[in-house]
């Protein structure tokens, strides 16, 4: 067997199986393919949504800024758990906060945030 590097001599591996019909748009697509460090960042922002309640707190800080007793309120589990997920969500970039006196309010760190929420919602609504 021989190795052609970008060919279409449909004797490769990975032509044969598939007849290497679609090399045209492979080759073209190759340009925009993102990069394996850009696909590493986006598949951790979607682990840092993966979770139940950071979702949750996400959507109730939709409302606009909140502490964390607010917080607990709302998506009904403990105040340490919910402590717990902010950190998660900060050091993913997706929520900021700031302080007032002892108080900290949490608030979505950016309208991105806000469009990648609604469009899961429009998703699954479909």
């Known amino acids: 067997m021989h190795k052609h590097e ?3 001599c449909n004797e490769c591996p990975h032509h ?22 850009e696909a590493y960042y986006v598949s951790e922002l979607f682990k840092a ?3 139940l309640t950071r ?3 996400l959507f109730s800080l939709l409302a ?3 502490c964390v007793c607010d ?3 709302l998506v009904g589990v403990s105040q340490s758990a919910v402590s717990h997920q ?3 969500l900060k050091q993913a970039g997706l929520v900021k906060y700031r302080r007032e006196g002892k108080t900290i309010y949490y608030s979505i760190a950016d309208d991105h945030v806000s ?9 699954i609504s479909e």
């Open 6 to 8: 970008n060919c279409n």
């Open 16 to 37: 044969v199986e598939c007849g290497g019909e679609n090399i045209d748009k492979v080759k073209l697509f190759e340009n925009k393919m993102i990069t394996e460090e």
């Open 49 to 51: 949504i993966s979770d």
């Open 55 to 57: 979702v949750r707190i």
């Open 71 to 73: 917080i607990t309120e």
């Open 64 to 66: 606009g800024d909140m």
């Open 86 to 88: 902010l950190r998660v």
């Open 115 to 123: 469009s990648i929420l609604a469009m899961g919602l429009e998703h």
